[in-house]
Nanobody, 125 residues
Framework: QVQLVESGGGLVQAGDSLRLSCAAS????????VGWFRQAPGKEREFVAG????????EYADSVKERFNISRDNTKKTVYLQMNSLKAEDTAVYYC??????????????????WGQGTQVTVPS
């Protein structure tokens, strides 16, 4: 019903910045909250940041607070993740996901219905 495509990943040095994009298409509705998750080799998916439908509500994992910023443009059906001061421990495949929870931000990946294919972010140590 909803297709999500991430872009913007790459290899950057520690301290650099990247902006990831998550573009939605297909049958979308005006109530999707969106989360960014990441998964490193040998690790489970972890919540990174989430944003409510209106964009007024945001949540961040402690590990990325004050470094990452999530935003959205519903006209473009795109959610962004601005990542600053990147560290080696940020290396992972980053996924965006959507769920029709409106203004409620959900933290568990199991609660999300739609997922993108992921984009690799690599920060060498």
């Amino acid at each position: 019903q909803v297709q999500l495509v991430e872009s913007g990943g790459g290899l950057v040095q520690a301290g650099d910045s990247l902006r990831l994009s998550c573009a939605a298409s297909g049958r979308t509705f005006e109530n999707y909250a969106v989360g960014w998750f990441r998964q490193a080799p040998g690790k489970e998916r972890e919540f990174v940041a989430g944003i409510s439908w209106s964009g007024d509500g945001t949540e961040y994992a402690d590990s990325v607070k004050e470094r990452f910023n999530i935003s959205r443009d519903n006209t473009k059906k795109t959610v962004y993740l601005q990542m600053n001061s990147l560290k080696a421990e940020d290396t992972a495949v980053y996924y965006c996901a959507a769920v029709s929870s409106g203004e409620t931000i959900l933290l568990s990946p199991s609660l999300y219905n739609y997922w993108g294919q992921g984009t690799q972010v690599t920060v060498p140590s």
